[in-house]
T-cell receptor, first 112, second 115 residues
Framework: GEDVEQSLFLSVREGDSSVINCTYTDSSSTYLYWYKQEPGAGLQLLTYIFSNMDMKQDQRLTVLLNKKDKHLSLRIADTQTGDSAIYFCAETLPGGSYIPTFGRGTSLIVHP | DSGVTQTPKHLITATGQRVTLRCSPRSGDLSVYWYQQSLDQGLQFLIQYYNGEERAKGNILERFSAQQFPDLHSELNLSSLELGDSALYFC??????????????FGPGTRLTVL
């Protein structure tokens, strides 16, 4: 079945690293995504990883995928107050309509 | 700014009423998606159109309908509204409407409040 789970909140101090975790249940997931939603705005695609990869890095963002544990994480280095937002994990399945299934989102709060 | 526009930004109406939400996709994008975001259900996919035709259907109620017009804008119609329909409704667009790397760009959403 399809189910993507995330913890609801994460609070970090400015300058620290943030790690947002996600677990998914469908082992056939092909692409996994991280989206960011700022207050009053729609979702913005941050990055995605193909399921045959273990890691992807893009500037301050590092995505780690553990297929055995069905665990995806997003690490934000040197977290800034502007990173405060809701972060959504999503997966798409092969052979389907390419519509992502989203987690509930993790609210990241960055303290100065 | 994603390039996807949605109107209106806010809508307040009463139970039993009908409303229409409008979405204009990014220039050049052929596919439009509608999502509902609520506190209890999270972000739920409703329906997708590609170049005027319905392509995929998600958890869309029978009271809801949508269409995509020749100029590629889309409308989501919600009827016989219930309190539980209060939510943020997002529209997204993408170029191809298929493929894992076909990025969806989200609009700012319409906040619907049913009283």
């Amino acid at each position: 079945g399809e189910d993507v789970e995330q913890s609801l909140f994460l609070s970090v101090r400015e300058g620290d690293s943030s790690v947002i975790n996600c677990t998914y249940t469908d082992s056939s997931s092909t692409y996994l995504y991280w989206y960011k939603q700022e207050p009053g705005a729609g979702l913005q695609l941050l990055t995605y990883i193909f399921s045959n990869m273990d890691m992807k890095q893009d500037q301050r963002l590092t995505v780690l995928l553990n297929k055995k544990d069905k665990h995806l994480s997003l690490r934000i280095a040197d977290t800034q107050t502007g990173d405060s937002a809701i972060y959504f994990c999503a997966e798409t399945l092969p052979g389907g309509s390419y519509i992502p299934t989203f987690g509930r989102g993790t609210s990241l709060i960055v303290h100065p | 700014d994603s390039g996807v526009t949605q109107t209106p930004k806010h809508l307040i109406t009463a139970t039993g009423q009908r409303v229409t939400l409008r979405c204009s996709p990014r220039s050049g994008d052929l596919s439009v998606y509608w999502y509902q975001q609520s506190l209890d259900q999270g972000l739920q996919f409703l329906i997708q159109y590609y170049n005027g035709e319905e392509r995929a259907k998600g958890n869309i109620l029978e009271r809801f309908s949508a269409q995509q017009f020749p100029d590629l804008h889309s409308e989501l119609n919600l009827s016989s509204l219930e309190l539980g329909d209060s939510a943020l409704y997002f529209c997204a667009s993408s170029a191809l409407g298929q493929g894992f790397e076909d990025t969806q760009y989200f609009g700012p959403g319409t906040r619907l409040t049913v009283l």
